[in-house]
């Protein structure tokens, strides 16, 4: 499927997702749902480094925490005026995604450049250092945290958790089809080749430092953008609960169960796993929740080391039905380059 | 000007002391990363497992910390030989270390930390012993002893560990399997094996760590994530793999970390690891005593 067709399609689901919401007629759906899209959000932002490159992430609470607090930094700036609203979410979204992003380039930049072990404990450090900046700045909240005021409602969307909720699905399906666009282009391949052998990409011309520092930064700019609504959604923003580790396990968990190596592997992970924590968090508790991410996430990964796509990948193979072949599923790497007859697509 | 002197001469010595304990929490990891390449970041999540069991036999039996995490030195020697096995047939035999098994011990680290959160609940605990309260006083300069026995018995700690790396054979294969696993083969030594009693040492010595950490300050389960920047920015510092650049270095972020809480409030100490860590990636990616 082409691009165009592609957007139209999710869109359109998109479209029933949010009727079908909007037909049960109960605002929890949307509360529950937006923390379901972030991470879908979150997920296949860190997919595009993680699963496409293969340089683990450990920073998404940073990265998500950047993005909010930017939110935070205009909501303080423009606090004094008596419109507190002006900005529209799109509009802060791409704020938090610019500043995610540049951070993300200038970690890339420092860390990338060495082993892939050193980029991850970079990323782990990082959530830390902002933490300590945000916690000493008090024109953000400092330690205390921040309080965000929200209007009751929206014009033409009705209650103002439906409105970000809405925003929360666009992005969901511009993060898919950027994930997906980058899979099928010349960039993809080009990520794939530093996952299976960066130092064979290297020595075939493969600009592998240029590459990493443009999944970088994609992947920090999409977290960023997942953060920005963030204190409209929560109403009192504070650093432990916003830089804590939660974002990063369950970005590194959702991808890794549902399989790494295609855009549909996140989308899965976040929805099953983003559902199943929605109904213990509610039902049991936030910490058996959050035990249970964990679990999955080493019991999948030692198991299952392709996620979800992978055991059907696998199933179908064993069936030997090649409705769903290889080129759709798009698992192994190489497979996938000699399948696509096409011409590849040229970054953009 | 004579009292901002003494401050000077206070906050380097708390700053040796502490970085005394800083490459005790460091040592494990400048094993299994630095010699083995298992990028362990659970290693603090095992550190504050060793707390809490220091914590539970000191109040239930009154048994000293440090004692009580020397009996329990064998557990977690079988523990990480246990994860060791885990991970080498997991990932290492496929191939796969470095992204699932990045994964693995994130989950792990995540495991733990939720798992004594659910059973010890997230209040701070403490433990009770002779040192922990008494200071001693050399004219200006004040040194609690509660930092200065965990320095002393870390530094001892450290150099056994040395010695058994460097004069005995099992420690030569260590340093070997490090080098060249098929010449350790060849030499007809099982690296994987090899790989396991040193990953198990690494793991071991989280058990004294986190005794340590919680005579020195109380724990809660979620404090370990406070140390892998720290313990990372050590090994790098110090150079992979050795241990008297693991102790140099561990010294020296403790002497900033001490000055910057002194001059500029304590809120600040966490960024310094971060930013020696940035540092020494950007400018020596190899550390002070690196091979």
Redesign the interface.
Known sequence: MRTIPFLLVSLAVAALVFAGALALGNDYVFFAGYVVLQYIVLSTAWNILGGYCGYVNFGTGAFFALGAYSTVAIYQLIAANEFPHVVPIPVLMLIGGVVSGVVGLGMGYLTLRLRGAFFSIATLALAVVLETLVVNWDFVGGSRGAYILRPETVPLIGSYIRYLALTMLLLAVASLVIARLIERSRLGYGFATIRDDELAAEASGVPTLRLKLIATTISGALMGMAGAPFPYYIGYLQPDSTFALDYAVNSIAMPLIGGTSTWMGPLIGAVLLGSLQQLIIVTISSAVNLLLVGVLLVGFVIVAPNGIVGLVHKYLQHKGDDFVGRRHIGLEAPATVSAEGSAPESPS | MIFSFDLLINAIVSGILIGGFYAAIASGVSLS?GILDI?N?AHPAFIILGSYVAYTLNSHFGLDPIIASIIALPAFYALGAGIYQ?YYV?FEK?G?E???G???F???L??TE??L??YFGVDYRDVNAAYIGPTLHFGAVDVPLRIMVPCAISLLLITVVQLVLSRTFVGRAIMAVAQDQLALRLMAVDPVRIKRIAFAISIATASLAGAFLIIIQPVEPSVG??Y??RI??IC?LGGMGSLPGTVIAAMLIGVIESLTSTFY?P??A??V???V??LT??VR?AGLLGR
């Open positions: 990363f990028v970041i885990i997991a496929r796969q470095s992204l699932r990045l994964a693995f994130f989950g792990l995540f495991i939720v798992a959160v659910l994530r406070d892998i920047g990372f920015a790098v409030g809120s600040w966490p960024a690891s971060f930013g860590l940035l990636l950007a990616p």
